[in-house]
T-cell receptor, first 116, second 113 residues
Framework: VTLLEQNPRWRLVPRGQAVNLRCILK??????MSWYQQDLQKQLQWLFTLRSPGDKEVKSLPGADYLATRVTDTELRLQVANMSQGRTLYCTC?????????????FGPGTRLTVL | GDSVTQTEGLVTLTKGLPVMLNCTYQTTYSPFLFWYVQHLNEAPKLLLKSSTDNKRTEHQGFYATLHKSSSSFHLQKSSVQLSDSALYFCALRDNTNTGKLTFGDGTVLTVKP
């Protein structure tokens, strides 16, 4: 059963241009949604976790700037700007854990970005 | 902050042999450890998870035991198959509500006939 959809699945990004990514949650039992990046060396790095509609966060990392928004209970967005190196962005989801932070994270299929 | 160390970048084995992939971690909190497997051109998938000291956890022929005394969570399998060839990540869960996973650098396992 697919918990997450991501689109687009891949995108060529002209240098200096921003790109907008979407992640759609298919099961409301896993409302904690996060973004991770995987660089060309396959290193995985957490970017954001957004739980509630209206939550926004920004972050700058080597090679890209990010703006994440939790749009609705089922939609998470990520804007990637100033990207200088290709990467793959993964959306994840996990269950409401209450006081016990012991919940596996499920990965979406990913969006691969390549710099032109 | 939290950190995860995987000492082997690349492991190459012949089918049928045992394997152990090392994972050690550092955290000031009670640890939650995971192993993820990523096959070529796919997303990472959860393989094992644990937060219980000295209890073996198993899935799909792989097993690992969390040892808090040595801060380790090594991944093992008694007989590797060709289909086990993949990238394996050890990950440590943040103890806050962010749910942040800190990943090791990953170990590429290549199984030869």
């Amino acid at each position: 059963v697919t918990l997450l959809e991501q689109n687009p699945r891949w995108r060529l990004v002209p240098r200096g241009q921003a790109v907008n990514l979407r992640c759609i949650l298919k099961n409301s039992q896993y409302p904690w949604m996060s973004w991770y990046q995987q660089d060309l060396q396959k290193q995985l790095q957490w970017l954001f976790t957004l739980r509630s509609p209206g939550d926004k966060e920004v972050k700058s990392l080597p090679g890209a700037d990010y703006l994440a928004t939790r749009v609705t209970d089922t939609e998470l967005r990520l804007q990637v700007a100033n990207m200088s190196q290709g990467r793959t962005l993964y959306c994840t989801c996990s269950a409401e854990t209450g006081g016990l932070n012991y919940a596996e994270q499920f990965f979406g299929p990913g969006t691969r970005l390549t710099v032109l | 902050g939290d950190s995860v160390t995987q000492t082997e970048g690349l492991v190459t084995l012949t089918k049928g042999l045992p394997v152990m992939l090392n994972c050690t971690y550092q955290t000031t909190y009670s640890p939650f450890l995971f192993w993820y497997v990523q096959h070529l051109n796919e997303a990472p998938k959860l393989l094992l998870k644990s937060s219980t000291d000295n209890k073996r956890t198993e899935h799909q022929g792989f097993y690992a035991t969390l040892h808090k005394s040595s801060s380790s969570f090594h991944l093992q399998k008694s007989s590797v198959q060709l289909s086990d060839s993949a990238l394996y990540f050890c990950a440590l869960r943040d103890n806050t509500n962010t749910g942040k996973l800190t990943f090791g650098d990953g170990t590429v396992l290549t199984v030869k006939p």
